[in-house]
């Protein structure tokens, strides 16, 4: 208590310096966090590939074609492709909530598709796991959902502008955030980041069933076809692919896609990364050389409570919650910020989370600790007489 | 036996084992009984400082024992110390030691602060003490808007606050002209009457006058006790 009292009249003393400090911590959070939440967004995103079946597929782009209009051109197409054991698709289809004019979109993954990408839940079941009972099918919803309905809750829409055609739904799991659904652009190369983009405004399903039972069909878009085959000689067959359907669509493997990924990602995420990672240095380093010069011009006060009978524990523990105070404090308030501001802008293209948050601050608390000791030592060394002496 | 401080054959190396060594005392034997006015005398270098902080629980003494109230303190952890510090010693020394920015009752309650008084008595016992030195006036004020003799009053003040048996004065009068050196000097002469125990270090030659014993020391070692 009385350790607290007299590190509250040091923080009010030097109020500036710790305004300084304060700012200082605000931004190293700030930095370390966002080069963080990049670098892991850049694992999650490879560990995703590594874990899931993925990466036995060849992903097919159909330049120009949209097959909502032509299935069987599609399925003509599909044929040339030789050795094909499995082929999917996802099929993509805007619905509306029947109480209000709120729409989202459905993605439909065709059999067994949904059993080779499987993305982690935050509670509930994958949908392998549920089938369609009595016209009730099972959905998975983004997180971002989470707050509205829970496992086991029914979602009653519809598949059409005019409201006619009925489907009813239960939620049967809620995705881990951040979100990933399978995405692709119209028109677009197929590209990992929009494979495997994130989509707040998204239910997975399976076939869907309307009220009616009957089967109900969206839109396969160029590039949400997938073959997942555990090809023998996979870079022949693919090349053979490649050949046969050459002007009509765009093979890609996933080594392919990874490697375009790995350019994207260096272009970009891996820039921000590092200028926020040297910020992060920077901004560390002035902060060690500030608690260590704030230190120094107390370093007297110290020796002076030395002198009027305080241990040299008691000293440290000054020292301590004083840098506690300045350095938690800022952090906290930077790292709700971060945390906010992503969450509310939905700028998902960052993982902010607290072991990240936890790591920086240690850092930081290290720094500090090197600096108070440094002087602490020298107080020490010197022994108080001199310091009061000296810093006059 | 009834000495408050008494020093056997301590001694004290500064930086031992290293190229800059400094042997400040060797083999210092000294009794303080209570109600001493002493004088530490010596040239610059001599130990002086050394001696005083030792005796004061400031140091350790590198070998030797100090024994206070009939306890060998020497090898005492730096808790125990501290209490000590606390409890039964109070420095005055030559720049004051006060801290500038503070308030002469904030300066004066840092002992009341460390030690097990509680909060609502403290501004009494600062303002008694400071009544005592005759500075009640400047309560309020800022220390670095003093003048030399008020703020060594104030550090006077602060030396006796908690009311302890030993004042370790370092050069208290150096940093001041005669005359208000004279006048500090009164006031520690004041403060031995009332039953306190003095322990000077100075070059000043009037302190003598005012001190029951001298202790002349030279190159670490006491010449004439
Ligand atoms: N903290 C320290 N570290 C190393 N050497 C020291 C330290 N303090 C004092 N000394 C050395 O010990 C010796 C005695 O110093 P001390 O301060 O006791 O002398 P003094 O008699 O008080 O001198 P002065 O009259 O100048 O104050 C000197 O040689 C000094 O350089
Ligand atoms: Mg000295």
Redesign the interface.
């Known amino acids: 208590m009385k350790i607290l009292k007299l590190s509250i009249k040091n923080l009010k003393e030097r109020y500036f310096v710790y305004i300084i400090i304060a700012l200082q911590v605000w931004i190293a959070v700030f930095a370390f966090n966002t080069s963080l939440g990049q670098l892991k967004l850049y694992t999650f995103t490879k560990n995703l590939i590594a874990n899931s079946k993925l990466s036995d597929s060849v992903y097919i782009c159909f330049d120009n074609y949209d097959f909502s209009k032509d299935v069987e051109l599609y399925e003509k197409y599909l044929k040339k492709l030789i050795n094909v054991k499995n082929i999917y698709h996802i099929e993509g289809i805007s619905m509306f909530f029947e109480n209000s004019n709120l729409n989202f979109d459905c993605f439909m993954y065709s059999d067994g598709l949904e059993d080779n990408i499987k993305y982690k839940l935050s509670s509930g079941q994958w949908l392998s796991n549920k089938k369609i009972v009595g016209n009730v099918n099972p959905v998975i919803i983004p997180y971002s959902m989470s707050y509205k309905y829970k496992v086991g809750d029914k979602i009653t829409a519809f598949a059409d502008v005019e409201k006619k055609v009925k489907v009813a739904m239960e939620v049967v799991g809620i995705l881990e955030k951040p979100e990933y659904t399978l995405c692709m652009n119209i028109g677009g190369d197929i590209d990992l980041n929009d494979l495997l983009s994130i989509s707040e405004n998204t239910i997975i399903s399976g076939k869907i069933k309307d009220e009616q039972g009957n089967f109900i069909h969206g839109f396969i878009q160029p590039g949400r076809v997938v073959t997942i085959d555990n090809l023998k000689n996979k870079d022949a067959t693919v090349l053979q692919w490649k050949n046969e359907l050459n002007g009509i669509c765009s093979l890609q493997t996933i080594e392919e896609l990874k490697e375009a990924y790995d350019i994207r990602i260096k272009d970009k995420v891996s820039q921000q990364m590092v200028i926020n990672f040297i910020l992060f240095l920077l901004v560390t380093a002035g902060l060690g050389g500030n608690s260590l010069l704030s230190s120094f011009r107390q370093i007297r006060e110290y020796s002076i409570y030395y002198m009027c009978g305080a241990s040299w524990k008691t000293c440290m523990s000054i020292r301590l919650i004083t840098d506690l105070i300045v350095i938690v404090t800022p952090a906290v308030i930077s790292f709700a910020f971060l945390k906010i501001s992503t969450e509310l802008l939905s700028k998902s293209d960052l993982i902010i989370d607290i072991n990240n948050f936890i790591i920086t601050l240690g850092l930081i608390i290290i720094v500090f600790l090197i600096s108070s000791l440094i002087v602490l030592s020298r107080l020490y060394r010197l022994g108080p007489i001199s310091i009061i002496r000296r810093y006059e | 036996m009834s000495f408050i401080i008494e020093a056997i054959n301590i001694s004290k190396i500064y930086n031992e084992g290293s190229n800059s060594q400094v042997h400040a005392l060797r083999n210092v034997s000294i009794n303080i009984k209570k109600g001493d006015f002493i004088a530490i005398r010596g040239r610059s270098g001599s130990g002086k400082?050394t001696l005083l902080?030792v005796l004061g629980c400031?140091?350790r003494v590198t070998s030797g024992k100090i024994i206070i109230d009939n306890i060998d303190i020497s090898r005492n952890k730096?808790?125990k110390?501290?209490?000590i510090?606390?409890?039964k010693m109070g420095?005055v020394?030559?720049?004051f030691?006060?801290?500038g920015?503070?308030t002469v009752l904030d300066n004066v309650s840092?002992?009341l602060?460390?030690?097990d008084v509680k909060q609502r008595e403290i501004k009494g016992k600062c303002m008694e003490a400071l009544k005592l030195v005759g500075v009640d006036e400047f309560a309020k004020k800022i220390v670095n808007q003093l003048s030399g003799g008020q703020k060594q009053r104030v550090a006077i003040a602060?030396a006796i606050v908690?009311n302890p048996e030993v004042i370790l004065a370092?050069e208290p009068t150096g940093a001041l002209d005669t005359h208000t050196a004279i006048e500090i000097l009164e006031m520690l002469k004041h403060l031995n009457k009332n039953g306190k125990t003095l322990i000077i270090v100075s070059h000043d030659n009037i302190v003598c006058n005012y001190c029951n014993r001298t202790v002349n020391i030279s190159d670490g070692s006491i010449t004439v006790s």
Do not use: M
């Open positions: 400082s902080n400031l140091d730096d808790k110390l501290s209490l510090r606390n409890k420095f020394l030559q720049d030691g006060l801290i920015g503070r840092i002992p602060v460390f030690g602060r908690n370092d």
